[in-house]
């Protein structure tokens, strides 16, 4: 089993604990992973549970205070002991109906505010811990859900009074002095920033913004050791249940034998049920590859799906893992980004050879553990059905990297698309080491130069995106692959170095790679055929995508099914790619391509055919501005100018496809 130091307790723990102590911060906002489970370093007896969530967490931590307050808007405010409620309600004047007889108005009162219990709304809440917090030491308050009470700006249309009175009494309570001097503190949770009053987060306003991260490779492990080994004891009656489970199915029935083992099975599960939170797990279960498997999700989600397995009554499995784990992120993020498991690596790729090169390098600067080699981003131009879907993929399966595909993050509601994005990142660093695929990205995140009339949100998106993808600390762990048809329409902040390191074309493949595309094909569906050499279905296949050839492979494989083959012959092949109609033009590809050669950001990037390609596209003539688009071409030194080139005469064909 791999060592692991179990660190008791977690990094944001410690952080909040130097800057109460110094009192440099005396409120704070945790946000991120708020509904997950945390290590029990402040166990104070044996039997506790070595890892709790968040409230029984701060309930330890806190647990010194004079007084600890926990509220929320749906059950107001709760207390950590009774004696804590009964200093609160004299410090605010709601003393009990016990009260001095002589003052029958005041008992009157108190009698009515114990009927009453204590108040919910937040107006009135917050105006009472303010009291307490102002005229009472060690006070400790806990807020749930600050986004009910203090969310994000409304837009064009404003806040409520109500709300806005909120804001800034929590913005007073981070500049008030007397609550520092007294040693309060004031927690505020939030599961997304985004979801709060800007003002609260503002660098300089006093509080203090704490992210709760999903956790790392070595607290997985730690935790994963936790519950399937526990304690000796427990060890101990694990080995001893699969012995006698083992032994007992393979007993003779009905023999005294096969009943003493029942007898003896009853009491290991009897003292089995002394550790709920502890999971058998078989002799050979790797703790490395569950490590990995599980990256991306929270304590609680690995604990559910240890539970969930344990109710099916069989052993849990890296299979079973990954499955769990995609439903568990899709459930989760599924909104914003779809989370797949990649089939194939690059030898499952047809062609591409410069492409495949070029992420060699970095699947070989990954696995030395040299970052400088990994970009931090890549835009992967070229006409559609060209293999950038499946380069990508393949770059995640070769390095074993989680593989996801973005989606639109935008929202008609007001404020949610800020939301939305931050859930993105937060859920890319949480998946991390992943793989990005940002596509159509000429769509999602065109120029700022252009009409959105949207209140600024475009600005804001593009903004918290950039930002994120020139983080110096992803570098080497999210690998973000923007994938379009228009490279020109992207903005060209997102082009530059550092956010996107290189721009390569991928073009329509070439005679030599269309036959390789056939061959791979076949292979990878496992199409049954006696072809072998597919330099006839290549020159026919001539302007067709490597999208368009897998297409045509499937087709053939039907028609020859239809015929009653066993497999797939020339016929059926021929009549596959004669059926075929592709769905771009000629000049839509022409242009696509020949803005990709523009946007090119290394001339060693650039095909090896790339001069034919351009031959082709001015002998077909199709693109508007051709001269202009070629001069830059030259200009720049991209390629250089061809030889005189005979200019095609568009036939009827070209003209209606055009």
């Known amino acids: 089993m791999p060592k692991v130091n179990k660190d008791p307790f977690p990094d944001w723990f410690r952080y909040i604990l130097i800057r109460m102590m110094s009192r440099v911060s005396w409120q704070f906002i945790l946000y991120g992973d708020i ?21 029984p967490f701060l309930e330890k931590a806190l647990r010194r205070r004079e007084i600890v307050i926990f509220y929320n808007i749906a ?69 749930n859900s600050v986004h009910f009470i203090a969310p ?69 492990l730690a935790f994963l050791q936790t519950i399937t080994t526990g304690s000796a004891r427990f060890t101990k009656y694990s080995r001893l249940r699969f012995e006698y489970e083992t032994a007992y199915r393979s007993a003779k029935r009905g023999s005294p034998e096969r009943q003493a083992l029942k007898d003896q099975l009853k009491k290991v599960y009897s003292k089995l049920e002394e550790y709920p939170d502890k999971f058998a797990v078989e002799n050979d279960f790797n703790y490395n590859e569950f490590v990995v498997a599980t990256q991306g999700l929270s304590l609680q989600q690995i604990l559910d799906i240890f539970i969930q397995q344990r109710s099916q009554k069989r052993p849990l499995s890296l299979t079973e893992v990954k499955k769990k784990k995609q439903e568990i992120l899709t459930d989760e993020y599924g909104d914003i980004m779809e989370v797949i498991n990649p089939d194939f690596g690059l030898d499952g790729i047809g062609g591409l050879e410069h492409i495949k090169k070029y992420f060699q390098l970095v699947l070989d ?15 992967l131009m070229g006409p559609p059905g060209t293999g950038k879907t499946a380069i990508v993929e393949a770059l995640a399966y070769d390095a074993g990297f989680n593989f996801v595909k973005t989606k639109n993050i935008r929202s008609m509601w007001v404020g949610q698309s800020e939301s939305r994005m931050e859930k993105l990142l937060t ?5 991390a080491p992943v793989v990005v695929m940002n596509d159509e990205a000429d769509l999602a995140e065109a120029g700022r130069n252009s009409q959105k009339g949207d209140s600024g949100v475009s600005e804001r998106l593009m903004k918290m995106w950039m930002e994120f993808l020139s983080d110096p600390k992803i570098r080497g762990r999210v690998i973000v692959i923007n994938c379009t048809n228009r490279p020109d329409r992207i903005d060209a902040a997102l082009k530059r170095s550092g956010r996107s390191d290189d ?24 199409l049954p055929t006696n072809l072998t050499d597919f330099t006839k279905y290549a020159n026919m296949a001539d302007n067709l995508s490597g999208a368009d050839i897998e297409r045509i492979c499937l087709a053939a494989y039907k028609l020859a099914k239809q015929s009653k083959l066993k497999s797939v012959d020339d016929a059926s092949l021929v009549d596959a790619i004669e059926d075929f109609i592709p769905s771009a033009s000629q000049k839509d590809i022409d242009q696509m391509t020949l803005f990709g050669l523009l946007e090119s950001s290394s001339r060693k990037l650039i095909p090896a055919n790339a001069d034919e390609i351009l031959a082709k596209i001015i002998a077909n003539d199709l693109v508007d501005n051709l ?13 250089p100018k061809p030889k005189t080139v005979q200019k095609t005469t568009p036939t009827a064909d070209t003209q209606l496809m055009n």
């Open 35 to 55: 509904n997950g489970l945390f290590p029990n370093g402040l166990a104070e007896r044996a039997g506790e549970p070595d890892y709790v969530s968040l409230k």
């Open 75 to 143: 059950s107001g405010m709760t207390f950590l002991r009774p004696d804590m409620e009964t200093k609160f309600k004299k410090i605010v004047g709601m003393e009990t109906a016990s009260t001095d007889d002589d003052d029958p108005i005041k008992a009157a009162r108190a009698g009515l505010q114990a009927q009453q219990g204590l108040p919910k709304d937040p107006d009135t809440c917050l105006g009472l811990l303010e009291k307490v917090l102002q005229t009472t030491s060690k006070v400790a308050v806990v807020i």
């Open 152 to 220: 994000a700006d409304g837009g064009a249309g404003g806040m409520p009074v109500t709300e806005r009175v909120n804001v800034e009494r929590l913005k007073n309570w981070s500049h008030d002095l007397e609550i520092r001097n007294r040693g309060n503190v004031i927690i505020l949770l939030t599961d997304q920033l985004s979801k709060v009053h800007n003002e609260l987060k503002e660098t300089g306003n006093g509080v203090c913004s704490v992210e709760l991260t999903r956790p790392t490779a070595d607290e997985r």
């Open 365 to 379: 600067g990954i696995e030395a553990g040299d970052k400088l080699m990994v970009p931090m981003g890549v835009t």
């Open 427 to 431: 859920g890319l660093r949480a998946l």
């Open 503 to 526: 721009r390569i074309l991928l073009p329509m493949p070439s005679f030599e790679e269309r036959k390789a595309i056939f061959a791979v094909m076949f292979r990878k569906y496992k």
């Open 627 to 639: 001269d202009t688009l070629l001069a830059q071409l030259y200009a720049r030194k991209i390629l």
